[in-house]
């Protein structure tokens, strides 16, 4: 297999899907460069953390049961978020306790999942990208890549060969934004301090750039940058990567 | 008041008066910067601080798993030493015992030691209503008790009064000083302090304290403290009742010390507290100093029930604090805001086992999942595992609001077909798209009013991923 190009199954997200495709382009675009044999499998929606997180078991089950047969064919899967890539490796399996066959399929595509970035570095070996990028950046880490998968160093890495690009780190760079899926509608106030100290935090590093590797947490700070008139353009670290800057950055319009 | 009607079914409420609150906001701002520098680096100076996490966690699931036999055999090595043990179900019947120790001692006057688990009793209160007057001894509790508020922080009582109040209390309380006295520092407001107290301690009749350790191989009890006042308050009066909830049991010393290299590194980043005391039995005949009579108050309140259940790892917390200290949603609104005894990520996971999900139910649900609590925890508890079991319970209970459930039940109907999903996202997503128009983002929301509340919601780009991949003939199978 080690010759071969390697299946890759683009679990795309629910949120880029939804808001924000050419996350998913630029994605496919690093994996075919890694080397990749890209598809999108069509048994996909979202990896249910909208109802695991929310307690409701059962469903996060069913829809982690359905989504399995789809990803099971492939010899990788990848994700553009650590959150959702977390959730396929380290929960999935722990929701099949109780069914034996459920949970070796279960384990068994978890052990394939990677989050983008991390899968390009840590399993590809690539180690730079063709890339140019006029600007000065600062880095979030999410909080879900950071401590369920490690993806720390494996952005800033493939960002460094960026041409043009200089990256900032933040003073806080451990802080949770404030995101969180539904706590951040359900705990508008706390949220909203969490992502105001967040975006103050962003400012104060002079960067006109923001990059996460989650779109949760980029569309949280986003929205409060522009809220607060920000001219800081936010991005997912898959666009810069690729070279894939022409869609006008989160939050922003035509223009 | 140190009585603690639970308002923790008011947290949300709780806590937007916590950010409004511009004295809080000032304290917490600098407080959890530096709690959190110093835990790491007094992690990062000792090799083994990792291992030691496992060393420890082993420690109490064993204990964990025998803490019958580990509690009863504490008991016996207690009264072999000439004490007492006073099992309490409740936190009623914990009170009662103590109050019954002071009675029978004539006391009208208790010295105490910082004890989460006389907060959890509302010791501080009933004692006043039965005529004993408690005197806190502990630098914040002392401040608190003055202020007549509850403490903050399990390890900072006080976290959330800044200097200039502290001083004002001291100048409105302690009106026997002269009023023109300087009091700026720190330093000068401990002296202060320490001066009133001295003579609560010599008028103390039973001195009570808390228990970071019982070792069941001695019959000790442990303390740990930076001021040296608990050693005063169990040492001087004639009595002395250590408050403990069962959990704090470890079958050795040699366990205690090993957890103990966790503890003040984990809380404040010091290598060990200024002074951890051991207390063994009442004093002996040739014994210079201690009390005479060693009580030990065992308070149960709900913990047993959690024993063989997915709770059960809660009760390997040593109360470090270390989660809250991490923890952004602790950062932003402080203690007062959870409504009981522990706030923070071990308040969400213990208070709706102690007080019932009903009343806490929004703890657990008040995290992003961010995932740092159980990154630094000593003992390697997996807190935002255990808030999720009990948003699971919550849920099976129908706690959630009905618009949560409804929309919840609706989406997931839609994410397991995703044929149907990826036709029903379509045209909405275009639609929000069209709308936002050339902004690319929208100022309000219908039913987004949290999130437009605080932040702009980025537009969608228009077609779904899917649909331009349907579009572009994209692969959608395994290559053979
Ligand atoms: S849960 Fe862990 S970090 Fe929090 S107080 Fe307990 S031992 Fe310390």
């Not at chain 2, 509690?71 to 004490?83: M, N, P, S, T």
């Not at chain 2, 001295?198 to 740990?224: H, K, P, W």
Request: charged share 25%.
């Amino acid at each position: 297999m080690a010759d071969a190009k390697p299946n890759v199954a683009l679990f795309v997200t629910c949120l880029v899907d939804l808001f924000r495709p050419s996350v998913g382009f630029a994605a496919v675009k690093l994996l075919e460069q890694a080397g990749c044999e890209v598809a999108v499998p069509r048994g996909q929606t979202c990896c249910g953390q909208p109802a695991y997180n929310s307690g409701d078991r059962a469903d996060a089950t069913d829809i982690a049961r359905r989504t399995i047969p789809a990803l099971q064919p492939f010899d990788y899967v990848v994700a553009p978020s650590g959150s959702c890539a977390g959730m396929i490796r380290k929960h999935w399996p722990a929701l099949f306790e109780n069914d034996r066959e459920m949970s070796r399929l279960a384990i068994s595509v978890a052990e394939k999942t990677w989050e983008l970035t991390s899968f390009l570095t840590d399993v590809r070996g690539m180690t730079s990208v063709d890339a140019a990028y006029d600007g000065v950046a600062a880095y979030h880490h999410s909080c879900s890549g950071l401590r369920e998968l490690g993806v720390r160093e494996q952005p800033r890495k493939l960002l460094e060969s960026v041409r043009g690009l200089t990256v900032k780190d933040l003073a806080h760079p451990e802080e949770c934004c404030g995101f969180g899926g539904t706590f951040a509608v359900k705990y508008p106030d706390i949220s909203g301090r969490m992502v105001s100290d967040k975006a103050e935090d962003i400012e104060a590093t002079g960067a006109d750039t923001l990059l996460a590797g989650d779109l949760g947490c980029l569309m949280n700070m986003a929205g409060k940058l522009k809220r607060r008139g920000s001219a800081i353009r936010v991005r997912h670290v898959a666009e810069l990567l690729a070279g894939d800057t022409g869609a006008p950055a989160i939050g922003e319009g035509e223009s | 008041m140190s009585v603690h009607t639970p308002t923790s079914h008011r947290f949300p409420e709780n806590a937007r008066e916590a950010l409004g609150n511009e004295t809080l906001q000032r304290g917490l701002a600098s407080a959890k910067v530096g709690f959190r520098i110093r835990r790491s680096e007094a992690a990062a100076r000792l090799p083994e601080f990792e291992t030691l996490r496992d060393e420890s966690r082993d420690i109490k699931n064993h204990t964990l798993a025998h803490i019958d036999l580990y509690l009863e055999a504490f008991e016996k090595r207690v009264i072999e030493r000439g004490g007492h043990v006073h099992w309490a179900a409740d936190a009623a019947e914990a009170r009662d015992a103590v109050l019954t120790i002071c009675r029978a001692a004539g006391a009208k006057s208790v010295t105490k030691g910082k004890s989460m688990i006389s907060e959890e009793m509302g010791l501080n209160a009933f004692l006043e209503e039965n005529g004993i007057e408690p005197v806190e001894t502990d630098l914040g509790e002392y401040i608190i008790q003055l202020r007549h508020e509850t403490p903050s922080h399990i390890i900072a009582p006080a976290f959330h009064v800044l200097k200039e109040q502290v001083i004002e209390t001291f100048r409105k309380e302690h009106t026997h000083l002269d009023p023109d006295r300087v009091i700026e520092e720190a330093r000068q407001l401990q002296d202060e302090a320490r001066q009133v107290l001295r003579e609560r301690f010599l008028a103390a009749d039973v001195g009570i304290t808390g228990a970071n350790f019982l070792i069941a191989e001695t019959g000790s009890t442990v303390i740990v403290t930076n001021e040296g006042n608990g050693d005063l308050t169990q040492t001087l009066p004639r009595v002395h009742i250590v408050l403990a909830s069962l959990e704090k049991i470890v079958p050795t010393l040699e366990d205690a010390s090993t957890i103990l290299r966790l503890l003040a590194r984990s809380a404040t980043g010091q290598e060990y507290s200024s002074y951890t005391t051991f207390s063994t039995g009442p004093r002996r005949g040739e014994d210079a100093d201690g009390p005479h009579e060693f009580h030990v108050v065992l308070l149960d309140n709900g913990r047993t029930d959690l024993i063989g259940t997915e709770m059960q790892e809660v009760l390997r917390c040593i109360r470090c604090g270390a989660c809250m200290n991490h923890c952004p949603v602790f950062g932003a609104i402080g203690g007062h805001a959870y409504g009981w005894v522990y706030p923070g990520p071990i308040g969400a996971v213990l208070s709706p086992s102690l007080i019932g999900v009903e009343e806490a139910h929004h703890l657990p649900n008040a995290s992003t999942f961010c995932g740092r609590c159980e990154a630094v925890c000593p003992m390697r508890i997996p807190l935002p595992k255990l808030m999720r079991h009990l948003r699971e319970r919550e849920f099976e209970k129908g706690i959630p609001p009905a618009t949560l459930r409804w929309g919840l039940a609706a989406w997931a109907w839609l994410a397991k077909r995703p044929a149907l999903y990826g036709l029903a996202m379509r045209l909405p997503v275009r639609l929000l798209a069209l709308l936002a128009g050339r902004k690319g983002r929208f100022r309000r929301m219908p039913l987004a009013g949290g999130w437009t509340s605080q932040r702009d919601l980025p537009a969608p780009q228009g077609p779904t991923f899917q649909a331009m991949w349907d579009r572009k003939g994209g692969r959608r199978e395994a290559s053979k």
